[in-house]
């Protein structure tokens, strides 16, 4: 007689402001072992998996979707309910769950499998099997694959970039750039240094974005409809909103190279 094994269904911690973190001590060594390998993306998996095992949530794990997304999504002019969105870096999806009520045709990414399971495990239970289902995708932004690009009309990109060391994110901004399609926009929320101290307040990730950096979603074909923050005041960083676009016309994958700035005298 043989033994079937029943795969045992992993417990999702819940992510409520009571519930336990992730101790520092813990995903940080991680990510040191997995950035001094030379592997940017490598240390997601372990972190998320540790999380679930040990019934913790994570510092970036809010709960809730961001707000900035759901009062951008109150007047969506770029990208109606109906269209192409892809959420790109989706964690435990909190920010898929307004799309698919309004009626969004979403597609989630992640790098890690185990964040995709954690994600479709909240958005059933958030909004259950009323609403179209969702297209899940555990792959890595920096290899998109060709049948991607172009494809997305609203791109959704919360906090991602800034998890990034340096080294990819050029790469990683113009590949969210590659996956807007003409007309479309990318909807993208980050921190921002307000001084070159807001770079070095603590120790990374996350590493608070230099302004000079974001002009490499031009390198992505897109232009810039708007950038949105409250007064930084004295604050060494700040959370910012762009929306993005894709000039209707202009090539998808090609970048559209502005050339090097002049420089006076
Ligand atoms: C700081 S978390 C933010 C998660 C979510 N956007 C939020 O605001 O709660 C960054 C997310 O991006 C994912 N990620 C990091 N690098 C990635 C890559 N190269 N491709 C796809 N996803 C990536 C991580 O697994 C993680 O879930």
Known sequence: MRWLRRRRAARFPAITDASPLLPEAVWRPLVAEHLDAGQPSGWWEPVYATAVAQGRRLPWQEGTV??????????????????????????????????????????AMDVSHTAIAWAQHRVRALVGGDVQPVRWLVADLLEVSATELGAFDLVVEVHTV???????????????????????????????????AGRATHEG?????????????????????????????????????????????????????????????
């Open 205 to 265: 990730p996350a590493w608070a974005q230099a302004p000079s950096e974001l002009a490499a979603y031009r390198a992505g074909g897109l232009v810039r409809l708007a950038i949105e923050h409250p007064s930084p005041g004295d604050a060494p960083t700040m959370e910012v909103r762009m929306t993005w676009q894709r000039p209707r016309g202009a090539p998808v994958g090609g970048s559209l190279d502005e050339g090097l700035p002049l420089l006076d005298g």
């Open 162 to 196: 800034p998890w990034l060391p340096g080294v990819v994110r050029d790469a990683a901004m113009a590949a969210i750039g590659g996956l807007v399609a003409p007309g479309g926009v990318a909807l993208v929320i980050t921190e921002v240094a307000t001084s070159e």
């Open 66 to 107: 961001h707000p900035w997304v759901a009062g951008w999504l109150e007047d969506p002019v770029h990208a109606p309910p109906g269209s192409r969105a892809l959420v790109v870096g989706c964690g435990v999806g909190d920010d898929i769950v307004p799309l698919l009520e309004r009626g969004y045709d979403v597609t």
